[in-house]
Structure formats: C-alpha cells, structure tokens
C-alpha cells in the first residue's frame, strides 16, 4: 500500500524544525511501523538524503525508546502499545499520516523525532535509595505483603519511562510518569520508611524540569501503552499531601530530612 | 508559614488550592441554587427567604468574605497554572487527537472567565441593583420582583442561561477533578464520582435556567406590593 508521510524535521534544540512530506510507495500491512520508517530512511540514504532520526531499541514493547507521535496521537492510533508494535495493517492505503516527537519543553529535540528524556531520569534519581538489609538475601515472601497491593504494585511498576504521557497530556506534565515511579515504591513495605521524602523528592524535581501541572484531562492514561491509570495520580497527591502535613509535624526537630 | 509556602509552591500544592476553594464554590453554587428555587413557592417565600439571610448579621459578611477569597485564590492558582501549562509546551503539535479527555475539561479555563463575568455582572444585578439592563424598579425588599423584572430582558436572561451552561459544565469536571486532586479517589469511587459530578452540573444547569425561562415565558409574574 501507498502512504503520504508528514515528519517533523529539525537539526537540533536551536534550530527550528518543519514538517516534510514523503511518499512510501512499498508498505507491506505486515510491515511494524519502525519498519516502515526504517525502508523510508534506506530510501532517503540511497537518495544521498539525509535519513530520519527516530528512538528505538527493544521493538517488542518494553524498552520505551520509541517515542513518536503518530496523527496526533503518542504511539499511534492502538491502545496500549508503543509504536514498535503498532503494524501498518492499521492504517490504510493512501492514509495520510502525521509523525512528531513528544512536543515539550523539559524534552528537548536531539535530532527530528529523537528527544532528550533525561529529564524522567533526574525525577526517577530524586526518589533516592531504599532502605534494605545488606548481607544474605532476604528468604523468598518473608515479608507478608497483600496480593491485592502488590498487584497494584506492580500495575504502577509496568511503567517503561516512555513518556508518552507527557507527549499526550495537553499541559506537558509528568504527572502520571512521576505518580506510577512514586506508587510503585510507596506501596509496598520495602518503600515505607522514605515514603514522605520520595514523593516530595520527585514531585520538587517534576517540578524543577518545568513539566506542566495536572488538570485531570486523563489524556495520559489513554496514550499510556503500559494502560497505567490515573488512580496512580490521585495516590501521588494523597501521599504528597499527608507528607507536607507530617513534614510540618516534625518541623520543631530541626531538619526534617532523612526520613 | 513557611511549611504552607512551600507546599504551595509545588504543583499539587497549588492544584489542591484550585481544589478545596473549588469545593466552596460546589456548597455554595448548590445552596444558592436551593435557596433561589424558593421562587416557584411565590413571592412571600423568597422574600422571607432573603430577608432571613440579610438578618444573619455577622455571619453573612463571614460567608462573603470566604466566598470572596476562596473566588479569588481559585482565579489566582488557574492563573498561575495556567502560564505554567503554556510554558511546558511551547511547540505545539501540527495534529492533535482527543482521546480520552471530555469537553468539559478542555473548557474550563474559557468556561471559568464567562463565570468570573457572570458574577461579577450578578452582584450588580441582584444584590446591588446597578447593572446595566437591570431591574426597574429595584427594591432591595422585594427580591422576588427584582428577579422577575431583571429576567423580562431577553438579553440578561440569555447571558444568564450562557453563564449556567458554562457552570454546569464547570461542575461537570470539577466536582470530579477536585476530588481526583485531593486524593479521595481510586478505582472504587472513579464512576461514582464522575457520574455525580455530571449530575450535579446538569441539575445546575437545569434547576437555574429554569427561572429566567419562567420569567420569559410568563409563568412567573411581578406581584402588586
């Protein structure tokens, strides 16, 4: 089948970047949609153009790297997938189709669809350590944790750092990025005693990256190819709200830190 | 102080500020209404009705002056969260698809500014009696004709019934929102919650575009004093 593409090019942060059309002439509906690009760019290289530079590396769904906004929408039109498993049998013959990076300003753009998410790292490391014992590992389920928590647990830990959720929330927030890393930890016991500290830690840091606030749009959730949902924001808020309470508990000890 | 500050100076914290002075305005939008719909049980009722508020003294000025801050944090916070929305993304997108978000929630910040005129343009209306188009004559004791009056001009009742339309929707995602924001919600309550806020704006809309509708088409009419 044949598509009209519409990428977004631009060289680099400084540079402003524009929309350039192409023809794929020879799409394959088996073909996934990197694949596509990938024929695209052996095109573009033969042509002596230069090729699209795009994220990508696991292509089966758990790496996150391929970040592309695909008609509006971050990793294409499915629910609940990235874009490395999105398949061109979704779309078809002579569709015309829209590919930008994420569009925000904590996430500057390297090169065409490739952006800088450092950003997400500086939140995940402002959470900190956990504290563990040292020594011989721990027996298997020696520390009783409810099948219903840590499933949720584990719902919050599905998160692959992709963030699309930025890319899809119409203010540019982290919110639901941030809320699944603080979620995932503050569940269960092992996250406990630096519980008040972490969600204060990452949300100063969501904050500091100058991501946009969360006005309950649920855009996130949708875009989310994980399908982490926004219950995860209303637990951030919840915890980050009885932390500033306790941390004010607190406040005639001298520093408050260090949990 | 300094503790309220910084909490304030984050993100959520200026989010639950949006929140819990929006929960005022919930209360009052509700009660207001309740106390207005009087209307229907004749002119005695909402004159002893608004006779009764205006004899509470002390208290009424405490309410107005909570109203009146709780208005204007909640205008100060979506302001600032606002610019800091706009400065997330400055790049905006060529195409944008919709997928998940309501109406309501992508009108908020319009719908807010048509509110924030609506009252300020009501409180000339209704409680001081110097707004342009308003009721002639206006008799602070006889509230029931002031309404009547004010609501036979056709272009007052429309911006009336504009105004309802932006508050039901209002309500339609805030009530829901602010308690998504404070952290009382999770899977259990997430319908529930949604499914009163849509019905608390939609009887909102409903219950208060009924009386300039009453008025207009005759149903309510001026009582001899």
Redesign the interface.
């Known amino acids: 089948m044949k598509l009209k593409l ?1 990428i ?1 090019r631009q060289d680099n942060a400084k540079t402003a ?1 524009k ?1 350039v059309s192409y023809d794929a002439n020879h799409v394959s509906p088996d073909m996934s949609f990197l694949e596509m690009l990938d024929v695209l760019n052996q095109e573009l290289i033969t042509k002596g153009d230069d090729p699209v530079a795009f994220d990508h590396d696991c292509r089966e769904g758990i790496c996150g790297a391929c970040s592309m ?1 695909i ?3 971050p990793h294409g039109p499915q629910r609940a997938t990235t874009t490395c498993q999105l398949h061109m049998r979704s779309f078809k013959d002579g569709d015309e189709v ?1 590919i ?1 990076p994420w ?4 996430f500057p753009v390297i090169k065409d669809l490739a952006v800088d998410r450092a950003a997400l790292d500086r939140i995940i490391a402002a959470g900190g350590f956990i504290s563990v014992g040292t020594g011989a590992p721990p027996d298997g389920n020696a520390i009783p944790i409810a099948k219903e928590i840590s499933d949720l647990a584990m719902d919050a830990a599905a998160c692959i750092g992709c963030g699309a959720c930025v890319a ?1 929330c ?4 982290a ?1 639901l990025f941030t809320a699944a890393k603080v979620s995932h930890l503050n569940l269960l016991p092992q996250g406990e005693p630096e519980k008040d500290q972490r969600v204060i830690n990452m ?2 840091q ?2 500091a990256e ?10 996130c ?3 989310c190819p994980k399908e982490i ?3 995860f ?9 009885r932390a ?1 309470l306790r ?2 508990n607190n ?1 005639g000890s001298g520093k408050t830190g260090g949990a | 102080m300094t503790g309220v500050l910084s909490f304030y100076r984050t993100s959520i914290g200026k989010k639950v500020v949006m929140a819990v002075t929006g929960l005022i305005g919930v209360g009052f939008v509700i009660g207001h209404m309740l106390g207005n719909l009087q209307i229907y049980l004749g002119a005695e009722a909402l004159n002893k009705y608004a006779a009764f508020l205006k004899s509470t003294g002390e208290l009424l000025i405490v309410v107005r002056v909570v109203l009146l801050t709780a208005v204007i944090l909640h205008i100060i916070a979506a302001v600032q969260l606002t610019i800091e929305n706009r400065k997330s993304r400055p790049q905006r997108y060529v195409k944008k698809q919709h997928v998940e978000s309501t109406f309501a929630s992508r009108t908020m910040r319009y719908g807010g500014f048509i509110l924030l005129l609506f009252i300020v343009y009501h409180i000339l209306h209704f409680t001081i009696g110097k707004a342009p188009g308003g009721p002639q004559p206006f008799d602070v004791h006889n509230v029931y004709n002031n309404v009547v009056y004010g609501f036979q001009n056709l272009w007052v009742s429309l911006f009336y019934i504009l105004a309802m339309l932006a508050l039901g929707l209002h309500m339609a995602h805030g009530v829901w929102s602010l308690f998504q924001t404070l952290g009382l919600n999770n899977r259990r309550f997430n319908r529930l919650l949604r499914n009163a806020a849509l019905g608390i704006g939609t009887l909102l809309f409903l219950g208060n575009i009924s009386i300039p509708i009453a008025v207009l088409v005759g149903f309510l009419e001026p009582v001899a004093k």
Not at chain 1, 103 to 106: L, M, S, V
Not at chain 1, 170 to 173: A, K, M, Q, T
Not at chain 1, 233 to 241: E, F, G, P, T, W
Request: aromatic share 8%; charged share 20%; glycine share 12%.
């Open positions: 519409h977004w970047g929309m906004v008609n509006g929408i829209y930008e569009r925000a300003e904590p899809a119409p203010n540019g927030s919110m949300v100063a969501m904050d100058g991501f946009g606030n969360c006005t309950n749009y649920a855009e959730q949708a875009a949902s926004i219950q924001i209303a637990k951030m808020n919840r915890d980050l709200i500033k941390e004010g406040a």
